[in-house]
């Protein structure tokens, strides 16, 4: 929402209210923002903020980031808040209507007006009756509240049928969808404005809001979202790892190859500022669908309801938390092969150090779920030598050979920690499982990710046989596996709230973070979308699949070759657990590096 919008909407909403009165103020809640549920609040004066509590341990940067969708508003909200630095539990702090993302400021508009409805014709406002002291709503004060300018009080009257400027409470204008401005323009049905857009091709148009595209329209060649490129974006990040969700270079590269041939665009290195891309529709990540389709109202609903989930277990030295700490791959199962350079024996290493953290500085136990050779040794060198002597720490021990029966066992191993540490009686919130990768993306990406489980391809019942498995007593003991809907809902709402504790930890130890969307609850592998098998049938509830970094980019292939680097992703794992468990933000103190 542009500042002009915005303060004509203050404005109006001035004259709705009261001119000096705090019992005229509306305050209404707002869920759909996040827990804990914000207040919208419409004060006397027709501003709009809200007010927010931050979370655990929350910084004002962190704060920012979730309400505003980036830390660098922070200054903003300090300034809007006399100044404040740091942030206190349980105090409501403001944070201004013009600084919320589009989805947040809509968001509040249905809090504040819940008897408004938007509709495919454009948006209906039912007048509200004055309040003592308030001067009354006028067609003029409704058109420069939802159209930008009261001049357009003519037409309004001519949209509505009226003879006349008079209105009364309770009755219902439309403001017709061509004259509204932001965000009411992008709260109206999706449905209507591809309706709109069909023709727009002809002559026609309409934007959509603050959202990322200019429209959603249909051609010759099928549905698609058009996107306009800004200074210094690239089709292949700023389009398809952006709103598609793939990630590997191959992956990238044909879709590139696809969306050229899509839009008969001759050089991809050589687009104008402002050149706009049609993006074919099934090519999106359900996040950017239109909103009334059915892929994105389920996508959202899964949002909402796992966003409403947080740990609220303190654990101020980590007693009585179990970590399972899981090192991707290993054994014949090397992961991703980059210069030479084998995944599985650098996040291992990594999996040791984050170990002898927890261990040395932490009253929580730690379950690895493998081991090469017989003791757990880091080794005291930048480059790691190649290694093929991992195992997965059943009973009895799986030597890795097979990949794919090392990862069932990952989640088998994981399963009978956690059924034994609740039969001796530990709470749910008491055990996490973290498994460490180093992923193999396209070369301009670097930086950490996490993947949680999604509710992605949900499978009850589900579990393994053979004499491989048969002869391992975990799986013997709970061979197959089945989860409700709510429990996979809360198990996604913790994974969420542990993923963005380690990202926020890896920021303060200014390790780089994946820029976009750096939470996944899926991995694309060309057309298919699955979850990890050891988050998908992991009984822990929070449960975490972190890649460090990204061993296809040359920075940060370098940097793991390194053991201070190594070291660093270690302490910054295990400070994210502490915060996670409600210990404040200050860094794991640096421990000795090797030994046996």
């Not at 909403?13 to 019992?23: F, M």
């Not at 209404?28 to 804990?36: F, H, K, T």
């Not at 669908?289 to 949002?303: C, S, T, V």
């Not at 809360?490 to 200014?510: N, V």
Request: aromatic share 6%; charged share 25%.
């Amino acid at each position: 929402m542009s500042a002009r919008a915005w303060l004509l909407a203050a404005v109006v909403l001035a004259l709705l209210l009261p001119a000096a009165s705090d019992a005229a103020t509306r305050r209404m809640a707002v869920p759909e923002i996040g827990s804990p549920s914000p207040v919208a609040v419409l004060a006397a004066s027709g501003r709009i903020h809200i007010e927010a509590k931050p979370r655990r341990n929350e910084g004002l940067l962190a704060f920012a980031e979730r309400l505003c969708g980036s830390s660098r508003h922070a200054s903003a909200v300090s300034r809007a808040n006399g100044g404040v630095r740091g942030l206190r539990r349980g105090v409501r702090y403001k944070v201004p209507f013009e600084l919320l993302p589009a989805r947040h400021q809509q968001a509040v508009i249905r809090a504040l007006l819940p008897r408004d409805q938007a509709t495919a014709e454009g948006w209906r406002h039912r007048v509200a009756s004055a309040s003592r002291g308030a001067r009354s709503e006028s067609l003029w004060s409704i058109a420069e509240w939802f159209t930008g300018s009261g001049e357009n009080h003519r037409t309004l009257r001519q949209a509505n049928g009226l003879t006349s400027n008079v209105i009364r409470p309770g009755q219902v204008i439309l403001i017709p969808r061509g004259m509204l401005s932001e965000p009411y323009a992008g709260m109206l049905p999706a449905a209507a404005t591809r309706q709109v857009v069909a023709a727009a091709d002809s002559g026609a148009g309409s934007s959509i809001g603050d959202g990322p595209f200019v429209r959603y329209g249909s051609d010759g060649q099928g549905d698609y979202a058009s996107y306009r490129l800004k200074a210094g974006e690239a089709l292949y990040s700023s389009v398809v790892m952006r709103f598609t969700g793939r990630l590997l270079a191959t992956d990238v590269n044909e879709l590139v190859d696809q969306i050229r041939e899509r839009n008969a665009i001759r050089d991809v290195r050589d687009l104008p500022v402002g050149y706009e891309v049609k993006i074919p529709l099934d090519l999106l990540s359900a996040r950017y669908l239109p909103p009334d389709h059915p892929q994105r109202r389920e996508w959202e609903a899964q949002r909402s309801a796992s966003e409403q989930i947080e740990n609220e277990l303190l654990a101020l030295d980590l007693d009585g938390v179990t970590v399972v700490l899981d090192a991707g791959h290993g054994g014949r199962d090397t992961g991703a092969p980059v210069g030479g350079l084998w995944e599985s024996v650098y996040v291992y290493d990594i999996m040791l150090r984050a170990k002898r953290l927890l261990e040395s500085r932490t009253a929580a136990t730690v379950v690895p779920t493998t081991r090469e050779g017989a003791t757990f040794r880091i080794q005291d060198a930048d480059v790691l030598p190649h290694s093929r002597g991992h195992a997965v720490l059943t009973n009895p021990p799986y030597r890795i050979d097979n990949a794919a029966v090392a990862t069932n066992f990952r989640w088998y191993l994981s399963n009978s920690v956690y059924r034994q540490r609740r039969q001796a009686g530990a709470e749910p919130g008491q055990v996490i499982f973290i498994s460490i990768h180093a992923d193999s993306l396209h070369p301009s990406l670097k930086g950490a990710m996490v993947y949680i489980p999604g509710l992605v391809g949900i499978t009850n019942n589900y579990g393994k046989s053979g004499s491989v498995y048969n002869a391992r007593r975990e799986v013997r003991a709970e061979p197959r596996v089945s989860f409700t809907r709510t429990e996979r809902t809360t198990s996604k709402g913790l994974s969420r709230d542990l993923a963005e504790h380690l990202l926020g930890s890896f920021r303060r130890a200014d390790l780089s973070v994946h820029h976009n969307n750096p939470i996944r609850d899926r991995i694309w592998r060309g057309r298919r979308v699955y979850v990890p098998a050891q988050l998908r049938f992991n009984r822990i509830p929070a449960k975490v699949l972190l890649e460090v970094c990204n061993l296809s980019n040359d920075q940060d292939r370098r940097l793991i070759k390194t053991r201070a680097y190594r070291q660093r992703v270690a302490e910054a794992i295990v400070d994210g657990i502490l915060s996670y468990y409600g210990v404040p933000g200050t860094r794991v103190e640096r421990s000795v590096t090797a030994g046996s």
